[in-house]
């Protein structure tokens, strides 16, 4: 199992595009959203899903900036010379509307790719997060995606129950999105959802009767946390916390 590494997918994402865009039969015409669009399989026309993959490809950058800090013994500028330059471009030419001859061009440049992939290489040295394969996103997409249709079908208090699905449909949105979220993401995502559930319901149902829905997300987030490595991580996440609540509810039926 490969590291989960912000660069790498990052540089998969752009070279993905500049392939897409080699493609295509008016190069030199193409909208930047017709590029976007097949790289992230999405329609042109779904105007929110590609901005959301903006805010993402976004995200991504930061995450990769932050993955280059962690990084010990080692001379940083470099390797967060390819993010400048990829943010500067799209501070000029724009994500989406312009024509991707002028942000491509500006982007695919070869010593900046090839940058790229040295940091990716660096990150992977001391990498600690694993990339989930794909047997294992499916797997924790059908178990959300089920257990969303149960919370939605339950009659808990409409509060929590609009609570779960908000929470259950943002961990979703994540391993659908796992191409630009990664293991980064998706566990940034868990750890917040684990520390807004428990402090949502803790004291509610002191008398022992937690509802299953409630039990059933609990235990998909340990579930969730230890492929991600939540549990290894004592002074970042909280997940040993909401562990050690979570040994005080009854066990699912």
């Not at 930061?62 to 500067?88: F, G, M, T, W």
Request: negative net charge.
């Amino acid at each position: 199992m490969a590291y989960d590494n912000p660069a790498r997918r990052l540089h998969s994402l752009l070279t993905k595009a500049f392939d897409v865009a080699d493609k295509q039969d008016n190069k030199q015409s193409v909208s930047c959203n017709v590029v976007w669009s097949q790289v992230f399989g999405v329609h042109v026309n779904q105007k929110t899903e590609l901005l959301s993959y903006a805010e993402e490809f976004l995200f991504l950058l930061k995450c990769s900036r932050e993955a280059i800090e962690r990084l010990q013994s080692v001379r940083k500028e470099p390797y967060l010379r390819p993010l400048d330059h990829i943010s500067n471009q799209i501070q000029s030419h724009g994500f989406f509307g312009g024509k991707w001859a002028n942000l491509g061009n500006g982007l695919n440049n070869p010593a900046i790719m090839d940058m790229l992939e040295i940091t990716a290489n660096a990150i992977d040295v001391q990498g600690q997060l694993m990339t989930l394969e794909e047997s294992q996103l499916a797997e924790l997409l059908d178990a959300t995606s089920s257990l969303l249709e149960e919370v939605r079908a339950s009659n808990l208090d409409i509060d929590i129950k609009t609570f779960l699905s908000v929470r259950l449909e943002e961990i979703c949105h994540a391993i659908d999105h796992y191409s630009v979220y990664g293991s980064e993401g998706l566990r940034r995502v868990v750890e917040t959802n684990i520390g807004a559930t428990v402090l949502k319901t803790y004291g509610l149902y002191s008398n022992g009767e937690t509802p299953a829905p409630i039990q059933k997300f609990l235990n998909l987030m340990l579930k969730f946390g230890s492929w991600l490595g939540l549990a290894a991580d004592v002074s970042e996440f909280l997940l040993p916390t909401a562990a050690e609540l979570i040994k005080q509810l009854p066990p699912s039926a």
